[in-house]
């Protein structure tokens, strides 16, 4: 159950737009269903159509790269733990103006996963949250679930619930958890090379080249892509073999490594639930591993590890223990 | 049928300053590496993105091997280390995603060192032949 619902958000919207401080706000706007909200910006005109709830797990920051530019009045956001990680990292990159944004911190309990809600039924109706979640089928009757069963695989493993950065904090601020998060990459990386190949060729193929992940990516911001810059010689727009699914998923994973600051919005995203934040989080724990533990976002200004170097740094041969399983 | 043996096709980008001129040297002292390796000349051991490596096992190689000035004597003084940190990534998710390991390998060789060049390029083509053609990574569009 989230500690904060959708009038006390209204309420400090309203607050901010009538004392002046922004002209607009981003927020998620209703659709047909629960889950089907979607992000948008309001103005005090249609803040009716303003909703929040346990599906409301877009990160905005990267919306304020093109919501910043629009206008010189600030724009109001606000941000869950998760999504003030990105916030740092786009403002370490110089991506957005600072002062053309108010940052609203509000704390997250986790937000629902609809794919394991739909895992219980085909006709889920509604969704009421709290601390057992309540389903309304059509059909099926009224299903329950602990709330733990139903939580995103990203929110399962939350790395923090303390804000980086924000000008307001609704509700109290939180720590920075001790995650389990590595726990998969670690359990793959336990695999003989055949066991993980098979692994990955399963996941990766069902790949339909959406490009989803990369264009919700919060550090994905170059202004021409290379997958659409035909000049790059890594254009295409179909996954049209095992190859090529890999080349995007193994270059999406590397442009961002040293900045990812393992959001899961990539595999929040993915139609084909790919798990793509396992490919960030090897990075992730590579980067920790070789070159000492950074957290991407966790402070403005700091210089990722791949973009730096120490003169003992490791070689590549002793990256690849390449002694086990030969 | 016709039967013919195995010979790996291995790229190697090597660097202008220091392991081009190493290769140099190989060939002046007449010191023997296989012909399967096809030499790519880079500026810098650090032009070379992630994805001229996956591009060059797409086109067909069945190895592929860096090849840079020792860290420390990079000719833009730092571009190897960049390279060093790079690669190392690479490399293990490369192996993550269950592709060989012995199929990347980075080197430095300096311009003095012919022998080494040989040696290496003698070393890894072996153990790239001992794995046979490529397949986790191949392109078949891309096949002759």
Known sequence: MQEINRETLIAKAKELLDAGTVDRLLGWKRGEFDWDVTPAVFTADNLGEFVYNSFCGANFSKYLIAETRKSEKKVLVFLKPCDTYSFNQLLTEHRFDRERVYAVGIPCEGMLDVAKIRGLSDNVASVTDGETVKIETLWDGEITSEREKLLAERCLNCKSKKHVAYDELIGEDGDVLDSHRFDEVERLESLTPDERYAFWQNELSRCIRCNACRDVCPACTCEKCVFDNPNSGLENKAAANEFEEKLFHIIRAFHVAGRCTDCGECSRVCPQHIPLHLLNRKFIRDIDNFYGEYQAGAEVGSRAPIVNFTTDDLEPSEAVRRDENA | ?144
């Open chain 2, 1 to 144: 049928m016709q039967v013919t043996e195995y010979k790996p096709l291995i790229v190697a980008f090597c660097c202008n300053w220091c392991s081009y001129a190493g290769a140099d040297l190989a060939g002046n002292n007449r010191l023997a590496y296989p012909a399967d390796v096809k030499i790519i000349r880079v500026p810098c051991s650090c032009r070379v993105n992630p994805s001229f490596i996956l591009r060059a096992f797409q086109r067909g190689a069945d190895g592929v091997i860096l090849c840079g000035c020792h860290p420390g004597d990079c000719h833009y003084t730092t571009g190897n280390y960049y390279t060093r940190r790079r690669m190392a990534l690479l490399f293990s998710m490369l192996d993550y995603l269950g592709i060989e390991r012995e199929r990347t390998r980075v080197e430095w060789v300096s311009a003095a060192e012919g022998a080494k060049f040989a040696a290496t390029m003698n070393d890894f083509v072996g153990k790239v032949a001992a794995l046979g053609p490529n397949k986790r990574l191949e392109d078949l569009r891309c096949k002759k």
